[in-house]
């Protein structure tokens, strides 16, 4: 609900998919997202898990979209047409 109200889609799963007392939140991410779009719903997020207490690790320092996306190899930037740029 809280995302929701920030205007951030999320899928809430349930059992049974999860634990019976257990509730696990899917967010689905695709190659049309903006890298601005991945930081203002990280935020989102972050305000949300310090709202709730339900973050699992607290990092003093918050990894940037682009740096998370860099170490994992994947930042790759696209065109309107959703070909990649240069290809």
Do not use: W
Request: a positive charge; proline letters at 3%.
């Amino acid at each position: 609900r809280l995302c929701l109200e920030r205007g951030l889609a999320v899928v809430v799963v349930g059992f049974p998919a999860t634990g019976l007392f257990l509730t696990r939140m899917r967010i689905c991410l695709s190659a049309a997202h903006t890298i601005e779009e991945l930081k203002v719903a990280l935020e989102i997020l972050d305000e949300i898990g310090d709202k709730c207490m339900i973050k699992y690790v607290k990092n003093p320092k918050k990894p940037q979209v682009e740096e998370v996306a860099q170490a994992n190899g994947k930042l790759r930037h696209y065109n309107n047409t959703g070909k990649r740029n240069g290809a």
